[in-house]
């Protein structure tokens, strides 16, 4: 519960990068002690979104543009293998979800909400990884979007949003159809979207 609690309050911005994290703070906030909060932030730290530094500082990870790309060319091997297990197998109700997952995405982009762009794309990859029996491979791929969330948060101006976009479309497609070649091309789509690492 304190994992996932921390975890909302990055993602939705409440705690940005850079910002300190005290555990007894949180410890009063969530009216816990400080061994189930300092537990949760080292499962943080494994999956790259706390950053600490020995009897110094506990912060939000500040996740550069070279750590998002490589992050996102991690998530984009382990997807491929994702929707080779589960595009056979995807249910009309996933296929809703993605459906109601991506209208609400346009509705951000057109809008420019950020926080709104970031949850809705991961509402919607997050679909077929419910689908998937591969534990290691679902507990790799959680591990890995979490910096790419964080990262492409605060990317809006290299993330190409019309490219995601018709990543999805196409994706939604190949889940109607069960057309894995249709979801790899998807991927490809995806794949292409660069961020430029020598602005850091």
């Known amino acids: 519960m304190v994992f996932e609690r921390i975890l909302n309050s990055i993602?939705?911005?409440?705690?940005?990068?850079?910002?300190?994290?005290?555990?007894?703070?949180?410890?009063?906030?969530?009216?816990?002690?400080?061994?189930?909060?300092?537990?949760?932030?080292?499962?943080?730290?494994?999956?790259?979104?706390?950053?600490?530094?020995?009897?110094?500082?506990?912060?939000?990870?500040?996740?550069?543009?070279?750590?998002?790309?490589?992050?996102?060319?991690?998530?984009?091997?382990?997807?491929?293998?994702?929707?080779?297990?589960?595009?056979p197998i995807a249910t009309a109700d996933v296929l809703d979800a993605m459906t109601s997952d991506h209208e609400n995405f346009l509705a951000a982009v057109a809008g420019l909400r950020m926080q709104d762009i970031a949850t809705t794309n991961f509402a919607f990859f997050s679909r077929l990884v419910t689908l998937s029996t591969n534990e290691s491979l679902r507990r790799a791929i959680t591990s890995v979007v979490h910096m790419v969330r964080l990262g492409s948060l605060h990317l809006p101006d290299y993330i190409d949003f019309e490219a995601l976009g018709n990543a999805q479309s196409l994706l939604i497609e190949a889940v109607r159809a069960r057309d894995i070649d249709r979801a790899h091309e998807a991927m490809t789509v995806i794949r292409n979207i660069r961020i430029p690492i020598d602005s850091e």
Do not use: K
């Open 11 to 87: 993602h939705e911005g409440r705690l940005l990068p850079g910002a300190h994290i005290s555990d007894t703070s949180l410890a009063e906030e969530f009216g816990v002690s400080r061994t189930p909060v300092r537990e949760a932030l080292q499962r943080l730290r494994e999956i790259g979104v706390v950053e600490a530094s020995a009897s110094r500082f506990t912060r939000v990870a500040v996740v550069s543009p070279r750590e998002t790309a490589e992050a996102m060319v991690v998530w984009g091997a382990l997807f491929g293998a994702l929707i080779e297990e589960t595009i």
